[in-house]
């Protein structure tokens, strides 16, 4: 198994200034072209030579009809066909948009208008297996390319493109600005409507060379990523960081499947997996004992790690759980535990290169509103309201709108998004202490707490969970033995089925406050 004590890369800002594809090419040079670099879902394998080879004959293709510099909108599922495509833009200077198949027809309109894409690039197998007839049929106004149709069609300038660009890919590929456009990824749209992020190459780079030098992997190591790559997450930490670092990674095309993941998992002796709370529990609770003992961490983000989750996968399987921090407009990694300092409750500390200021809140002391600056900080947002123009972050400062606890060893806690706390009877209180408790009695189950208007206090909070026969005698029971206050009890409780999530495993709360105001008028069906 892999040593992580002594596998970290120093940190290299120099190492970002170049194209995300010239870095694959780099990748091939470094680790050697018959070298397999990725596994499909289908556990079809592809070498560095076959990526490269394979980039400039799609790239090639392409390329028709489009220009430089245009955003091109790809909507495919993690695996072959996908990086492929991303890389395959990249080599002729396009910019690959990544968008979210799950995000509905009002989503994915308002994500294309606001890149300003014309043309996308899917397979019929996607839309056949996922249901997306609808979602194609009401793109009008837009070219839709399948890749099946282009791999038939393939010309011979395009296979001649291949042959020249596996030989000599520098004289080839096109040369880009690193700090120009190489992504476009949008945000979650968990509390609102989608933006669109504009990453540079020296973005992603800079966070690949600052996650390698912070968490350590070596080529010996096997990445296992369900994770989509319409998320910055499963895109760079996924797909671009393991091609680069010489880290095998097996794709897999939906976290959703736990029994496949389990068993591709062992199949592949898979060493790190890239996961979430939500979906980490899935897999080891399916997983039969010894199904698991080739990972040797796992690294959750895009929510909190719970503490019964930690010690449920530990006991389990095993595993050791690194949890971390990222958004989107850093590209995405920000912070995360390391193995050797691995402190439960935070999401360790931040990477090298980047800086941190905290700005008061009121009514959360001890905490602050963060704000982060580094190689890593997008270029900037495409707004809806402005489509095409990147409006970039004030003074190079990013605010992630999340509130956060350092302490002096340089730890960060989250303590939620601003967004996610309540105003109650002037009190400020913290949607993600609601959720916890409910967490503690129902380890079991899925909890989300929003938080409504209420004419007598501001606010006040609904807890929607999938757990049976709750009562809301228990949660302040809790809330009184353990030193909490009561005005984070609920003041109402709704049992559903399953709490909504979105693609990424993150909960859904644009839904779950839709339903919390539904029930509230009556109006949530029974």
Request: net charge neutral; hydrophobic share 45%.
């Amino acid at each position: 198994m892999p040593d992580s004590s002594a596998t970290r890369v120093p940190f290299d800002p120099a190492l970002a200034r170049r194209s995300v594809f010239q870095a694959l090419v780099d990748a091939r040079r470094e680790w050697g072209g018959d070298r397999i670099a990725l596994v499909d879902g289908d556990d079809r394998a592809l070498s560095y030579d076959e990526l490269i080879r394979a980039s400039f004959a799609l790239g090639s293709a392409l390329k028709s009809g489009t220009r430089q510099g245009e955003c091109v909108g790809v909507m495919l599922p993690t695996g072959a066909a996908g990086t492929l495509t991303f890389f395959a833009l990249s080599a002729f200077g396009r910019i690959p948009t990544m968008l979210n198949f799950t995000a509905g027809m009002a989503g994915l309109k308002s994500a294309l208008r606001t890149a300003q894409v014309k043309r996308v690039i899917t397979a019929h197998r996607l839309v056949e297996l996922a249901g997306l007839e609808d979602l194609i049929a009401g793109l009008t106004g837009i070219e839709v390319v399948y890749l099946e149709d282009v791999r038939k069609n393939l010309s011979l300038t395009n296979k001649l493109a291949a042959v020249a660009g596996k030989m000599a890919p520098t004289l080839i590929a096109a040369k880009p600005d690193p700090k120009n456009p190489a992504v476009i990824l949008f945000t979650s749209g968990t509390e609102g409507e989608p933006k669109g992020v504009a990453l540079s190459h020296e973005n992603l780079l800079a966070n690949v060379a600052q996650v390698r030098a912070h968490v350590g992997i070596t080529p010996g190591d096997v990445m296992f990523n369900p994770l989509p790559i319409f998320h910055c997450f499963g895109l760079m930490g996924g797909t671009i960081l393991p091609l680069i670092a010489g880290i095998r990674v097996i794709c897999h095309p939906s976290p959703k499947q736990p029994k496949e993941i389990v068993r591709r998992i062992r199949k592949h002796g898979a060493t790190i997996l890239l996961s979430t709370d939500t979906f980490i529990n899935q897999y080891a609770r399916t997983a039969d004992d010894g199904e698991l003992v080739s990972l040797r961490m796992a690294v959750c983000g895009a929510e909190r790690l719970r503490d019964e989750t930690r010690a449920f996968v530990r006991r389990k399987s095993g595993i050791t759980l690194l949890e971390g921090y990222g958004v989107t407009e850093t590209a995405p990694v920000v912070a995360v535990n390391q193995i050797e300092t691995n402190r439960p409750g935070t999401v360790g500390q931040l990477l090298q290169g980047m800086e941190a200021r905290l700005e008061p809140v009121e009514g959360i002391p001890g905490a602050g509103r963060l704000f982060l600056r580094g190689p890593n900080i997008m270029l900037g947002y495409l707004k809806p309201d402005a489509p095409g123009r990147i409006v970039p972050p004030e003074s190079g400062w990013h605010d992630t709108g999340d509130v956060v606890s350092i302490d002096e060893d340089g730890f960060i806690a989250i303590r939620g998004r601003l967004k996610r706390f309540a105003k109650i009877g002037g009190e400020t209180v913290s949607l993600a202490v609601v959720e916890n408790i409910a967490a503690a009695l129902w380890p079991d189950n899925a909890h989300a707490a929003v938080a409504i208007p209420d004419g007598r206090k501001g606010e006040q909070i609904v807890l929607i969970t999938d757990a049976k026969d709750v009562r809301r005698e228990d949660l302040i029971g809790w809330a009184r033995n353990h030193g909490v206050s009561e005005l984070s009890v609920p003041r109402r409780v709704l049992a559903i089925e399953d709490i909504p999530l979105l693609a990424t495993g993150k909960t859904d709360y644009v839904t779950v406050q839709k339903m919390a105001e539904a029930d509230l008028k009556g109006d949530l069906p029974s």
